[in-house]
């Protein structure tokens, strides 16, 4: 996933609520979503739909830090990063995360 990018909020008629002020984030997929959706626009869906969507699908079922780091079709964002956690390995197990997710194991 892209780095955390803030998610529109809309005005309630009750306000905010007092106390914690948490913010909603983007689903970790979004920016794939996105990008399909781009894609029924760009010409025959038939042909610019596929690629992105296997993307996605991908994603979704993916588990939080291993999504897919191919890049985006139609948006101009950078691909999603797996980078190395600040955490050293533990055991034979070394430490991945992507970019905004938390640390998964993976086994070699």
């Known amino acids: 996933m892209s780095e955390t990018r803030p998610v529109p909020r809309r005005e309630s008629p ?6 914690e002020h948490r913010q909603p984030k983007a ?10 959706i781009q894609a029924c626009f760009e010409g025959n ?14 994603c979704m079922r993916s588990k939080p830090g291993e999504e897919p780091t191919e890049p985006y079709t139609y948006l101009q964002l950078d691909p ?15 430490v991945m995360c992507s ?4 640390c998964l194991y993976k086994w070699r």
Do not use: I, Y
């Open 99 to 102: 970019v905004g997710s938390t």
């Open 45 to 58: 869906p038939f042909k610019t739909v596929p690629g992105p969507f296997k993307l996605f699908w991908q």
């Open 80 to 94: 999603p990063k797996r980078e190395a956690c600040s955490q050293g390995p533990v055991n034979m197990a070394s």
């Open 14 to 19: 009750w306000g905010l609520p007092e106390g």
């Open 27 to 36: 689903h970790r997929c979004n920016d794939r979503a996105e990008d399909v």
